[in-house]
């Protein structure tokens, strides 16, 4: 969303702090985070090391490039840690994975140049969100059965509860005059959710490529929701 609108005003939050400090390190310095790239190698032992790294005693410019590194040659480039934080998905097998595109880094910096980024729960767009602002929310996805949970971008998982708050938030903004809209997995608990919330109108359903599945047959399109709340 904020890359195809491009605006010249944004705030970027999210709960995961790799995400968000690789997003700094974009935008502040991101020379340093190409040289700090260009000394990572396609190889499982290298691959093994640098996952065993404690983020949190590096460098934010190093910090950021583990970052990118693990999710360039990771597994289907997931991002998934256990409940101590620790990045736990394995080597990819890739062949040639391009860990570096420069070209890309300086003009994702450029856009970010302007864009306030920060690590806040979703909770927190209350505190700066006004009359007419755009709000958009892409939280981890309800799971559409039981086998398929996977919410665990950060150690905290995002449970049914969460989900729930969100809806709530997402009236909030509704009742103060913001246009939000909503992204999610399209199960029933996510429709009745919206729906006991009074937003059955602004429930579209739309088809999503999914590559990412254990299972072959659980790859190809998926069903997924946008809730619109100026189509209510």
Same mark, same amino acid.
């Given at each position: 969303?904020?890359?195809?609108?491009?605006?010249?005003?944004?705030?970027?939050?999210?709960?995961?702090?790799?995400? $968000?400090?690789?997003? +700094?390190?974009?935008?502040?310095? !991101?020379?340093?985070?190409?040289?700090?790239?260009?000394?990572?190698?396609?190889?499982?032992? &290298?691959?093994?090391?640098?996952?065993?790294?404690?983020?949190?005693?590096?460098?934010?410019?190093?910090?950021?490039?583990?970052?990118? &590194?693990?999710?360039?040659?990771?597994?289907?480039?997931?991002?998934?840690?256990? @409940?101590?934080?620790?990045?736990? !998905?394995?080597?990819?097998? &890739?062949?040639?994975?391009?860990? +570096?595109?420069?070209?890309?880094? @300086?003009?994702?910096?450029?856009?970010?140049?302007?864009?306030? $980024?920060?690590? @806040?729960?979703?909770?927190? !767009?209350?505190?700066?969100?006004?009359?007419?602002?755009?709000?958009?929310?892409?939280?981890?996805?309800?799971?559409?059965?039981?086998?398929?949970?996977?919410?665990?971008?950060?150690?905290?998982?995002?449970?049914?509860?969460?989900?729930? +708050?969100?809806?709530?938030?997402?009236?909030?903004?509704?009742?103060?005059?913001?246009?939000?809209? +909503?992204?999610?997995? &399209?199960?029933?608990? $996510? $429709?009745?959710?919206?729906?006991?919330?009074?937003?059955?109108?602004?429930?579209?359903?739309?088809?999503?490529?999914?590559?990412?599945?254990?299972?072959?047959?659980?790859?190809?399109?998926?069903?997924?929701?946008? !809730?619109?709340?100026?189509?209510?």
């Amino acid at each position: 969303m904020f890359f195809h609108l491009t605006p010249s005003q944004a705030f970027l939050s999210d709960m995961n702090e790799e995400l $968000i400090n690789a997003y +700094l390190q974009v935008k502040d310095d !991101v020379e340093g985070l190409i040289y700090a790239l260009k000394s990572h190698v396609n190889d499982k032992d &290298y691959f093994c090391r640098i996952r065993g790294l404690n983020p949190k005693e590096l460098s934010p410019v190093q910090r950021a490039s583990r970052f990118i &590194y693990l999710n360039k040659t990771c597994f289907n480039g997931l991002h998934r840690v256990n @409940r101590s934080g620790q990045f736990n !998905v394995p080597f990819g097998k &890739y062949k040639n994975p391009k860990i +570096l595109d420069a070209d890309n880094l @300086r003009s994702v910096s450029k856009i970010l140049s302007t864009t306030n $980024i920060q690590v @806040r729960n979703f909770e927190n !767009v209350l505190d700066v969100a006004k009359p007419g602002d755009l709000v958009y929310f892409d939280p981890p996805y309800h799971p559409t059965n039981e086998k398929s949970y996977f919410t665990e971008y950060t150690s905290v998982p995002f449970d049914k509860q969460q989900q729930e +708050l969100l809806g709530s938030v997402f009236r909030e903004l509704d009742q103060r005059g913001c246009l939000v809209m +909503l992204s999610n997995s &399209y199960t029933p608990f $996510i $429709i009745n959710l919206f729906t006991q919330l009074g937003y059955h109108k602004a429930l579209v359903e739309v088809k999503a490529k999914r590559a990412i599945n254990c299972k072959g047959n659980g790859r190809g399109q998926v069903s997924e929701v946008l !809730v619109c709340n100026w189509l209510k």
